[in-house]
């Protein structure tokens, strides 16, 4: 793979003669017990690398015949998907004997060009997520090969296990760090030998649970999807060392005991996660294997989880960020989402935010990361969080949340949440109240702009009456999913949305703004570019310390309670 070296020169020297070191260790002679994959692949993806199409960080690669290895990577997050290896896991998926000669020539091949330490799969997250894979699917790779090949195979696990048990202090906090330390672990644990690093990453395994995973069992990042894959790391760990004899430190079961109600929390009702501040759906499968494997059965709690709120009724699920975002190096893919939320009807996202452009660019990067890109309310110009004029893309004024309460009721949950994005720049608060019944057949809300104390009310008047301001214009967004059908109804004061279940949906507002449909998209890293969409805008000016929108979103009346809703490859078969 060409234009993969990264790092200044001496970084890349002072790599080499780590794996050289570490080289010089007597290999594994073999496995402590056969190892078993953890990792869930996909066919399809397998199906496309077999026939030359490499879908990574938002690239399509046509190179029908080549190896991985003689690509040009685009870009540098294409080459570190590549190095990382995750790929095996589609391959093994597929599992024919294409699929296989394919992952073992790459495999060995990566290791003639870049076993000594070249190329861009050297960071200690990469070189823990490759080692990983190399085992899982270590008899798919061995089959069939000569002896010289196997034994340069369990050389370069050696040396890259040996390498990580010092290269992973250099990890990032966060995920990178969990990936790093899981991967010595289970490394340690399989090869026979290496069993003296498992100690070590044991312990600091633990510090970073203790650290990085709060009361509420979320992230400094507040990235769902990021929490997902630490609390799958953690499940291989503990598996590891339950299946080695070992008892996991309490640090980590405890850690997993919290993540896994924040999880279900976060997770609407079509089994994907909310897609907040960074993160996507997640990989489909992958958290509830997660969930069973890890074997915890504390079910969600009322109150925030990671600073979300969940509202469910019937099939209906309504995930809201009820937090500032993130700061410091926590905040750098943060999005300005404050009191944004997402709707879910049974297997049908409804309302949804734009998700990440980070695959697209750094134009789109910073468009998903606007208030603008998510379905709540942002006056013309500002975001609820304005970011630094630096390269860290951190924010330099954070929209704090002053007040966040669930309410619950008889006839269903309501929602109380203010943040003050707005209050230095136009002196104004955003207020927004949620109510979801209880049969999840509507959901209400109340969006306010308003001054709520002296000092908001004179900075608004002040912007008035000196000529600055008129009114301040802002827009109500509720962004839809691409499969949404909307169209325009009742002469233009409600918005009919059907869903390919066959639910119909029908969005109704006070008459306090104008209502239009406009166009949107939706961002999701496994497509090459954005998805076109649509969104409904209420737009309106504040000219008053207060100004009120009122909307419902409801179930049409002919709309059964459950509708029989199957996918294409869900169709049951003709008897």
């Known amino acids: ?9 001496k970084h890349r020297l002072g790599i080499r003669w780590a794996i050289w070191r570490a080289s010089k260790v007597p290999a594994a002679t073999g496995f402590v017990s056969q190892p078993e994959p953890r990792t869930i692949g996909q066919y399809n993806r397998g199906r496309q690398m077999v026939a ?28 570190r998907e590549v190095h990382g290896f995750s790929w095996l896991d589609d391959l093994a998926a597929l599992g024919d004997s294409a699929a296989r000669l394919r992952a073992q020539d790459w495999t060995y091949d990566w290791i003639a060009r870049y076993g000594r330490g070249r190329g861009a799969g050297w960071s200690p997250d990469l070189t823990a997520r490759r080692l990983i894979r190399w085992i899982n699917h270590a008899f798919f790779l061995m089959s069939g090969r000569k002896a010289d090949q196997t034994n340069g195979y369990f050389r370069l696990l050696t040396t890259q296990t040996v390498y990580l048990s010092h290269a992973w202090k250099k990890a990032a906090p966060g995920l990178p760090r969990f990936e790093a330390l899981t991967g010595m672990i289970c490394a340690g644990l399989a ?107 504390a079910l969600p709690s009322a109150k925030l989880a990671m600073g979300f709120a969940r509202l469910q009724g019937g099939r209906t699920t309504v995930i809201v960020d009820a937090a500032s975002p993130p700061g410091a190096r926590a905040g750098r893919a943060a999005h300005a989402s404050t009191c944004a939320f997402e709707l879910t009807s049974g297997r049908r996202p409804l309302i949804v935010s734009c998700g990440s452009g980070v695959p697209f660019g750094a134009q789109w990067r910073q468009a998903g990361r606007a208030t603008a890109s998510h379905s709540t309310l942002a006056i013309e110009g500002y975001s609820s969080s304005r970011f630094a004029p630096d390269d860290f893309g951190t924010f330099r004024e954070t929209a704090h949340v002053t007040v966040a309460r669930v309410l619950p009721a008889e006839d269903g949950t309501g929602l109380h949440l203010a943040h003050d994005g707005w209050s230095a720049t136009h002196g104004l608060s955003h207020v927004r109240d949620l109510f979801l019944a209880n049969d999840g057949r509507k959901i209400s ?25 008129t009114g301040v214009a802002f827009d109500l967004r509720f962004h839809l999913h691409p499969d949404v059908d909307a169209r325009l109804d009742m002469g233009g004061a409600a918005v009919s949305l059907a869903l390919k279940s066959g639910e119909i949906w029908v969005f109704r507002h006070d008459g306090g703004a104008k209502l239009t449909l406009q166009p949107s998209v939706y961002l999701e890293r496994t497509r090459l570019r954005p998805r076109p969409s649509r ?11 207060e100004t009120r929108l009122g909307w419902t979103l409801a179930k049409a009346q002919d709309t059964p309670l459950a509708i029989r809703d199957l996918g294409v490859d869900e169709m049951p078969i003709p008897q």
């Not at 793979?1 to 020169?9: A, C, I, L, R, Y």
Request: charged content about 20%; overall charge negative.
């Open 1 to 9: 793979m060409t234009g993969v070296d990264s790092g200044s020169g």
């Open 191 to 297: 090869l026979k030998g290496m069993e003296g690093h498992v100690a070590p990453a044991v312990t600091a395994l633990a510090a970073d649970c203790a650290a990085e995973i709060d009361d509420q069992g979320g992230l400094p990042t507040r990235n769902p999807e990021e929490l997902l894959e630490v609390f799958t790391l953690l499940t291989w760990a503990a598996q590891a060392l339950a299946e080695a004899g070992r008892m996991a430190p309490f640090e980590l079961s405890a850690a997993m005991e919290r993540i896994a109600p924040t999880l279900r929390a976060l997770r609407h009702a079509d089994g994907g996660l909310a897609r907040f501040h960074g993160g996507g759906r997640g990989v489909d499968g992958r958290l509830d294997h997660a969930l069973a494997s890890a074997g915890v059965r």
């Open 535 to 545: 969104q409904i805008v209420l737009s309106a000016s504040a000219v008053d310390f």
């Open 445 to 469: 809300g109340i969006d306010k702009l308003a001054s709520l104390n002296l000092a908001e009310k004179q900075r608004f008047e002040a912007l008035i009456q000196d000529g600055r301001l």
């Open 52 to 79: 030359g199409n490499f879908l990574f960080a938002g690239h399509l690669v046509e190179a029908p015949g080549a190896a991985i290895w003689d690509i040009k990577a685009p870009d540098p997050a294409f080459a």
